[in-house]
């Protein structure tokens, strides 16, 4: 992560006029969050008598930098920075700002009032032919990370590689939204130690910065960019909409649908209907359990399925892709120990180790939430943590997935 932070101190330069009206006292946020994160999970298997010492650097470095107000956008970058010392991918820093809200797109004034702010005169930009760039990333190779990728509806992004190694920024090269220009840099990343990639973002409605971690580039696809090279998205779930579903495929293949494991009330609720019913179905030999961006939840809501799959289901076919994430990839992993599951798709996201079901803490100065972790599952799944869990049969991203997964089921039964 290291490069990547040394790549995005630039845009805070860009962005120093702006700054200076939105400062926090960051050392009192450190503080706060160096105590936060010693009575994690994370920090205990991770650095407790074994890198303390690095951590203690990192947090004097950090600390040197904060003699004085800063703008929440480099303390929101320290902060990150300090947290990243822990592989834990589940946790991050959260910053507060809304510089543009997207109600007042219909608002010719609030954009223009917008694009006159000291924020956005000084929001960066490269300066180079945008013609010419989005002419060579075009011909950039289907699987290189470089490339024209498109977020419908918004921009049209062109990465590139920067001078040091591993290191990317998002060029905006087109934009049907009235707030982003030509030229503009939508995002930075970098890839990490997995082959995926982290990167800071603006929001493309409220320009708030943000990093999302550990994100899969496969298919053309890297999060809500897309490459223009095929239309296939089998990846991504774009069945019925909803949670628990049922579909009696045919006599010998029954279809489950759960996009989430949530512990809410009503979602409790719908498991235990769901669970009921399903107890009363007659057994068969395949089942299909489909849980692509299922962003995980409560395991008392996902583990009472796994005997009952057990007893009704000769063989579980488990579809993931690369948002199957915590709760759902625990599930998968359980699943797969039981011995009588095939888990294919593609690879999970690889948030699996640690957890939280206590409310996140905000700053003393207000402006940042830390997303620290209080669960622990370290010792069954941090071997997955960033990694993610592999399918035994990837996918064709060609066609559908859940086709794909019935045909491998008649080519299994006729043998």
């Known amino acids: 992560m290291k490069s990547l932070f040394t790549l995005v101190l630039l845009l805070f330069v860009h962005s120093f006029a702006f700054a200076q009206t939105n400062t926090c006292d960051c050392k009192k946020d450190l503080d706060f969050l160096v105590k936060k994160m010693k009575k994690t999970p994370g ?5 407790k008598k074994k890198k303390e010492t690095e951590f203690d650097a990192l947090y004097e470095e950090l600390a040197s930098q904060m003699t004085s107000e800063i703008s ?3 303390c929101f970058r320290l902060l990150s920075k300090q947290m990243d010392i822990v592989k834990d991918y589940h946790s991050g820093v959260t910053l507060h700002t809304t510089y543009f809200s997207k109600d007042n797109l219909e ?3 609030k954009i223009t009032e917008f694009k006159n702010s000291d924020f956005y005169k000084s929001f960066p930009k490269i300066d180079t032919d945008i013609t ?3 002419k060579r990333l075009q011909a950039m190779p289907d699987d290189a990370f470089e490339g024209v990728y498109y977020m419908k509806g918004a921009l049209v992004i062109g990465i590139t590689k920067t001078e040091t190694n591993n290191e990317y920024i998002g060029v905006v090269l087109e934009s049907e939204l009235p707030t982003w220009e030509a030229g503009q840099i939508h995002f930075y990343a970098t890839k990490n130690e997995y082959g995926k990639y982290d990167i800071y973002n603006y929001h493309v409605d409220t320009f708030n910065l943000r990093l999302v971690k550990n994100l899969t580039f496969e298919n053309g ?11 296939y998205n089998h990846e991504l779930y774009a069945g019925e909409e909803g949670n628990w579903i049922f579909q009696e495929l045919n006599d010998s293949v029954h279809y489950i649908r759960i996009s989430h494991f949530s512990g809410s009330r009503s979602n409790r609720k719908a498991q235990k209907q769901f669970y009921s019913e399903l107890e009363g179905k007659n057994p068969t030999q395949n089942l299909i359990l489909d849980l692509r961006s299922n962003g995980g939840g409560s395991f008392e809501v996902s583990d009472p399925f ?5 007893e009704m289901y000769g063989t579980i076919y488990i579809i993931t892709n690369g948002y199957t994430a915590s709760n759902a990839e625990q599930f998968t992993a359980k699943l797969i120990a039981q011995g009588n599951t095939i888990h294919v798709g593609q690879t999970t996201f690889g948030i699996i180790a640690y957890g939280s079901d206590k409310e996140w803490p905000t700053s003393p100065s207000g402006k940042f ?7 622990d599952f370290h010792n069954d799944y941090f071997k997955y943590e960033g990694k993610g869990i592999e399918p035994a049969i990837k996918l064709d991203f060609s ?6 997964t019935v045909q491998r089921i008649v080519a299994n039964q006729a043998n």
Do not use: C, G, P
Request: proline share 0%; hydrophobic share 40%.
């Open 43 to 47: 920090y205990k298997h991770q650095i």
């Open 72 to 74: 929440v956008e480099e």
């Open 107 to 109: 608002s010719a004034e």
């Open 132 to 134: 010419a760039l989005r």
């Open 221 to 231: 696809r890297i999060w809500s960019y897309k490459k223009a090279f095929n239309d």
């Open 306 to 310: 796994l005997s009952l799959f057990k």
């Open 369 to 375: 939430t830390f997303k620290v972790m209080d669960m």
């Open 399 to 404: 066609s559908d997935w859940v086709e794909q």
